[in-house]
């Protein structure tokens, strides 16, 4: 009965501590996990239980045989217990409090208590070694799969008590009939009111319980892809488009017709090069005057929900040039909206951002 015990105790042990880490790990594998980057030698989610499970038996049935022996080898079963512990605390550190950077720490403690209790149960019992030689294997492999999230993921490395943002509705800088007849009042209603209420309600709902809940909008433009950086972007683009727009326009600021004229040739050879890109551009789009990180200007024609965030560029000015934005007002001529934009630029703004 007591050599029963002996062998089963420590299995039993790997196992209450893997089910128990596996609850620190559920929420993080269903929201967290799936969207970092990862090595593409990490394997498919369903091999882990199955690996674990197999690893656990090795590793319990070692403690077992040392155990097994009438000598007392109290560092072994130390060295057994302390690696365990690390074992479990990689769950709570990695999966649970998110931070890929304390499991990389953990893990490394937890390559040198395997690679300890090998050195000094190898002298004792042969066996015992052989059977955490699998574990180590694996370690390996996780001590490099855990490192590759950390580097490549910096912008996801957070802890679960974070500030959840949740994006509202800018406010217009003026009434909504305020820059008829350019842009009408219905345009501004659909346009402003319905179409970014729509983005800013589907990036809300996207982001909800991933490490996007917890960015700035700029942070989202620049590190997402797919739906969320195309609501997200939307919402930043849409939001700095009306920000950028006056019922009274003041005369263009001396320092940025400077720079215009000596990146453009002219204030007018400017507005002509951006018009061009905003007719050029096929199908749904925004044209930008945008900085480079020397300060150069470019004029920037993107499709879909393009950001110059994503080239690194500082946005200066934008131009919505999906359909919607001038249909009620222009229908299909978007040369004629292009041309009522110039007179609702506020340049000041521009300026202020160079
Ligand atoms: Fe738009």
């Known amino acids: 009965m007591k050599k029963i015990f002996i062998y089963l105790l420590p299995t039993i042990g790997c196992f209450i501590v893997g089910a128990s880490a596996s609850l620190f790990q559920r929420s993080a594998l269903a929201e967290w996990y799936p969207l970092l980057e990862k090595t593409v030698l990490t394997p498919p989610n369903m091999v882990f239980p199955i690996v674990w499970c197999a690893l656990y038996i090795c590793i319990g049935l070692s403690l077992s045989l040392i155990l097994a022996k009438p000598e007392r080898h109290r560092l072994i079963a130390a060295l057994w217990g302390v690696q365990l512990l690390l074992n479990f605390l990689w769950s709570v550190l990695f999966f649970y409090a998110r931070n890929p950077l304390a499991g990389l720490l953990d893990i490394?403690?937890?390559?040198?208590?395997?690679?300890?209790?090998?050195?000094?149960?190898?002298?004792?019992?042969?066996?015992?070694?052989?059977?955490?030689?699998?574990?180590?294997?694996?370690?390996?492999?996780?001590?490099y799969m855990n490192g590759y999230v950390y580097c490549n993921n910096p912008d996801t490395v957070s802890l679960k008590n974070h500030t959840v943002m949740t994006h509202e509705m800018p406010k217009l800088p003026y009434a909504a009939d305020a820059l008829a007849p350019a842009m009408s009042k219905e345009t501004i209603d659909y346009h402003y009111g319905k179409h970014l209420q729509t983005y800013i309600d589907n990036?809300?709902?996207?982001?909800?319980?991933?490490?996007?809940?917890?960015?700035?909008?700029?942070?989202?433009?620049?590190?997402?892809?797919?739906?969320?950086?195309?609501?997200?972007?939307?919402?930043?683009?849409?939001?700095?488009?009306?920000?950028?727009?006056?019922?009274?326009?003041?005369?263009?600021?001396?320092?940025l017709a400077t720079l215009l004229t000596k990146e453009f040739g002219s204030v007018e050879s400017f507005q002509e090069q951006f018009g061009k890109a905003?007719?050029?551009?096929?199908?749904?789009?925004?044209?930008?005057?945008?900085?480079?990180?020397?300060?150069?200007?470019?004029?920037?024609?993107?499709?879909?929900?393009?950001?110059?965030?994503?080239?690194?560029?500082?946005?200066?000015?934008?131009?919505?040039?999906?359909?919607h934005a001038y249909y009620i007002d222009y229908r299909n001529r978007r040369a004629d909206f292009v041309k009522a934009f110039w007179s609702l630029v506020d340049w000041d703004k521009v300026a202020a951002r160079v």
């Open 203 to 255: 990036l809300n709902k996207l982001i909800a319980g991933t490490p996007y809940a917890e960015m700035t909008l700029d942070e989202i433009v620049k590190s997402s892809d797919g739906a969320i950086f195309n609501n997200a972007a939307q919402t930043w683009n849409h939001t700095f488009f009306f920000d950028t727009l006056t019922p009274a326009q003041k005369a263009m600021p001396e320092k």
């Open 108 to 143: 490394l403690l937890l390559d040198a208590a395997v690679v300890a209790y090998i050195c000094v149960s190898y002298p004792v019992r042969k066996v015992s070694a052989w059977l955490f030689a699998p574990y180590l294997l694996w370690l390996v492999l996780a001590t």
């Open 278 to 323: 905003a007719l050029g551009l096929f199908g749904s789009g925004w044209v930008w005057l945008a900085a480079d990180k020397q300060g150069k200007l470019h004029i920037e024609a993107m499709p879909n929900a393009g950001n110059p965030l994503t080239k690194s560029m500082k946005p200066l000015l934008t131009l919505d040039v999906w359909e």
